[in-house]
């Protein structure tokens, strides 16, 4: 691509709809011929899905000392593996997740210290930055229900509880500011978007915070890219 690879990261607490709108996206760069991959965190990797069936679907409970490194080992082998390999060819990465659930999860969720987890973080992505991270939010209560709607039964996370799921929103409220933003450079560049009403009416926030990032990239963008 004439315009490099981009890293462009999906966030936001549980059922907020991020994984829908890394799905739109991924259909609309197919259809306009830009060379993309699709990843997950935890995930990407044979490593990071052992990793991702233990953090979510084992019963043992997991110190969140451990619970961070975990998520930590899975990261930093997607990026060597993955996510550098593809933005060195070129290719545009989604990424659903990264390391701001880390700082809302494991910082704010399980009051781990900010300074180590930071540190360690810089660690596994070898100082990687996103290129955007796109910040879908919803009430706590509402997204939960989204969560419980697409299964039975929650994973180890999502059922950690609703106090526990608040201090991960107000977290991720946080990040969107611009003086938090000023002081954690590492993140990139963050952009809140309202989670809330139909699937096109999300892909059309989204839509428009691209436009205004990549005009060259998207400068023909309508509503009816959205379906």
């Known amino acids: 691509m004439a315009n490099g690879g981009r890293l462009i990261v999906f966030e936001g607490g549980e059922g907020t709809g991020k994984s829908t709108q890394l799905r739109r996206l991924a259909d609309l760069l197919t259809e306009r011929g830009i060379r993309h991959r699709s990843l997950r965190e935890p995930g990407g990797t044979p490593l990071g899905s052992e990793v991702r069936r233990i953090l979510l679907h084992v019963e043992d409970e997991i110190e969140p000392r451990a619970e961070a490194l975990l998520f930590m080992a899975s990261r930093a082998q997607l990026v060597a593996r993955e996510i550098r390999p593809a933005l060195e060819r070129g290719e545009w990465v989604l990424l659903d997740r990264f390391f701001l659930s880390t700082y809302a999860y494991q910082i704010a969720g399980r009051a781990l210290p900010e300074h180590e987890v930071r540190e360690a973080n810089r660690f596994a992505t070898g100082g990687l930055v996103p290129d955007l991270t796109l910040l879908l939010t919803l009430p706590v209560q509402e997204g939960l229900a989204r969560a419980a709607g697409r299964s039975a039964t929650y994973d180890r996370i999502e059922a950690t509880g609703e106090p526990f799921h608040r201090r991960v929103a107000d977290a991720f409220d946080g990040f969107a500011q611009p003086a938090w933003q000023a002081g954690h450079p590492e993140c990139g560049p963050i952009v809140s978007i309202d989670g809330g009403g139909s699937e096109q009416d999300v892909a ?24």
């Open 204 to 227: 059309s926030r989204v839509q428009r915070v691209l436009l205004a990032q990549w005009p060259g990239t998207f400068p023909d963008f309508t509503a009816s890219d959205h379906r």
